[in-house]
Structure formats: C-alpha cells, structure tokens
C-alpha cells in the first residue's frame, strides 16, 4: 500500500510518499505501526486532532477499515480557496 | 460542469466570458475569484501544495454535489498550485442559473467546501517566516450552515 | 466606487478584470451578472427604461449603503437601458473585500436593492405581447432579509 | 413643478412629463388634482397600491410634501436587475 504525506506531514516525516506492508486493518492501526517506527513518525502522528486522512483519495477518519487500499495519505486541514 | 486545477496563471475574465457564452437562458450569472492577499505585511510568494487525483475528485464531487442541490445551469472550477506572488489570482468559481438567488447560494456553497474539504495547503514564506497556513476554525463552522435546509 | 448606467453593452469580463486590477490586496472579489432570459419562449427583446438623474442616485445610494455595512475595498454597479436581446447582458455588480463573507453578502445585497429600489422598467416583446414585467412579492419580500443584524 | 410618468403610467397617461401649477402640499393632494383632469389620469391613479412615487428623485410616500419640490415622478414598482 502507498502511504502519502502532505505539508507538514510530509515535512516532518521528511518524505511525500512511501510503500508500506502492513497487517492492520483500520487507519488507527496504520498509525500505530508508524508512530512505532521511528521519532521522527512518532512526533507528526503525536496530535491525532491535527491530522485528516483520506483513503483511496476520500477523506474518512481513523476508524476507517484500510483493508483492500492501495493508498492512504495524512495531511493537515485543508487550506484552499 | 468543469473542474480545472492547474499551475499556471488563468485569465478570470476570459474565463467569466466563455462560462457565460456558453450558458443558454441562464438569468443569473455569479463568480467568485480569491486573490493571494498580503496578511502580515511581508508576504513574498505564497506555495500551494496539493493531492493529485484526490484534488479532481474532491473538486468535482463539491461542484456536483452543488448541480444536485440548487437549479443550476453549469458550474466552473478553477484552482492554482505551485507558487504565487501578492495579488495573483489563486481561484475562481462561476454558477450559472435562471435565478440569481440560486447562483449566489451554490457560489456560496462551493467556496466554504472548497476551502476546507479540498487537498490544497498554502504555505506563506515572509521576510522572516515559511509557515503553513492554519485552518481556522470559522472555515470549518462554515460548513454547518449547508447540512439543514 | 463606480456606478455606470449606459445604453450600450459592456464586456462583463473586461470590468471583472479591470475591477480585480484595481484593488489592493482585497483577497476576495465577488461578480453578478445578470442577463435577459426569455421566460416565456418567445422573447423577440426586452427594452428598459429608466428615470435619468435617479436612476445614478439610488444606485450610488446602494453602493455607498454596502460599503457602509461590509468591510469593502470597492464596489462596482453597470445597468443598461433601452433594446436588449435574449442572451444579453442586462447588468452587472462586483465587490471586493478581505474576506469572501463580506463580498458574498454585499453582492447580494446590492442584487436585492437594484431589483426593488433602483428605477428601471423592464417591457417584454414576445410574437404575440408586449407587456412591462410585473414586480415579484419574492424581491420585495427578499428585502426584508437585510433589515435586521 | 415638474411630473414625470414612468412605464406603463406614462403610457396610459400618454406623456412622459409635464409643468404642474399645484398649491397641492402632499403627493395625494397633487393625485387629487390629476385625477379630476381627464379620465386617463383617473385611471393611471385608480390603484395607488400598484404605484411608487418619487420627489425630487427620492422615492417616498403618498403623505410626502411636496412644498417646495422641483420634480415629482409616479411609476409602477421597480423591475431592475
């Protein structure tokens, strides 16, 4: 699966998208796996409140089941228009 | 219904043009154009990232879902990324409709989700700072207006 | 502020970008256009009168009562008079503020005023009829909605 | 004075102004006037609920004065836009 990061995320992260294998099942579970990973995961998934996600490019929440995605991003709010 | 998201610049009058050309018997046309605005007095150019694919399919899902609910004619979406200087145009909407009560609802509509529901993120860089804009919380409060009625 | 009344047509995208030129960092600029349309399926052409030396007056009484309301950079009136064809521009309104509330709100505003408040008279010639266009209760009730907060 | 008829008024009352000599102090004293002229004034004014009236290019009301006014106009509701 295809993890993608904008703005911030991506910043602190320090990369804009990378592949990951994983077993979890929701979007939680996604990031449990990478806040374990490393400081740098740890610290841009620290405030859950100050993220959105969207999986297969429709925004949903960290409840959200993963299974079957090919692609899951993290980002700040938006700030269009 | 068009949804366009682009680097380059875009002529809004033009744009207003063809949209309203293209209309038949619509009474009411309605535009909304949003321009880099210098908020702290140092702004040198504004860089707005975003989702690709993502960005189409949230554009086109907001504007659809604005035929859906009022009594439209046609609906244009115009959004820029990459960078932009103080006073560039950075997006436009137009609704057509045969009542401009209609037009002025859904150009409303269009901007509040647009701004909040649409992958784009603007970073500012000043003489001093490079920080992503925050989202405020009456954008987000804004979208309440349109879940009754 | 600009209010022009004229006989003659006016290029809606060349005032939208002539009015976006002119402002300084309003990052919000919000056009109504609006254009004849033919109701009944017949419309030969609409002519449209209007009180010379009042017609100025109340509109600029419109405008300046905006700009009064809003935080506005600017505000741009144009209405026509006289022969008119079906898919013409009758008029159009742009406003210009920091923030997209405040243009949305004025520019609709100023609609209502300019419907009900500022002399002119629409007279329809269909193939069969030609006949002054009756006042709706809707644009006089639609006032009511800018009389309070 | 000076009175002017708009739209439909001035159709019906077949000119669209004319120099008024009125010791009238309100607009209806003036429509009283009018209205005893001729039957097409008497018709033009027979539903003051379907007229607006203007006095010196402001509009106002059927109790307005008048004293001193240089012009005053009667149309139909407005239809702009």
Do not use: C
Not at chain 1, 30 to 35: D, G, K, N, P
Not at chain 2, 25 to 52: C, Q, W
């Amino acid at each position: 699966m295809d993890v993608l990061y904008f703005a911030w995320v991506r910043e602190r992260i320090g990369l804009p998208k990378e592949a990951v294998e994983t077993d979890a099942k929701t979007v939680m579970g996604l990031v449990e796996e990478l806040r374990a990973r490393e400081e740098r995961y740890a610290l841009a998934f620290s405030d859950l409140s100050a993220l959105r996600v969207a999986v297969d490019q429709d925004l949903t929440d960290f409840d959200a089941s993963i299974t079957g995605a090919r692609e899951v991003a993290f980002f700040p709010p938006m700030t269009g228009g | 219904m068009r949804v366009i998201v682009q680097k380059g610049p875009f002529d809004g009058g033009s744009e207003l043009n063809s949209f309203t050309a293209a209309q038949s018997n619509m009474g009411a046309i309605v535009s909304f154009t949003g321009i880099v605005r210098d908020v702290s007095a140092g702004l040198k150019h504004m860089d707005i990232e975003h989702y690709p694919g993502m960005t189409e399919r949230a554009l086109e899902k907001i504007a659809s879902d604005a035929m859906v609910r009022w009594d439209l004619g046609d609906v244009l979406v115009i959004h820029r990324y990459g960078r932009m200087q103080p006073e560039d145009s950075i997006m436009m909407v137009a609704t057509a409709s045969k009542h401009r009560k209609d037009a002025f609802e859904a150009a409303d509509f269009l901007m509040d989700f647009l701004k909040s529901r649409a992958p784009f993120w603007k970073k500012e860089q000043t003489l001093t700072s490079d920080d992503w804009v925050a989202s405020k919380q009456e954008d987000e409060d804004a979208l309440k207006r349109w879940s009754h009625s």
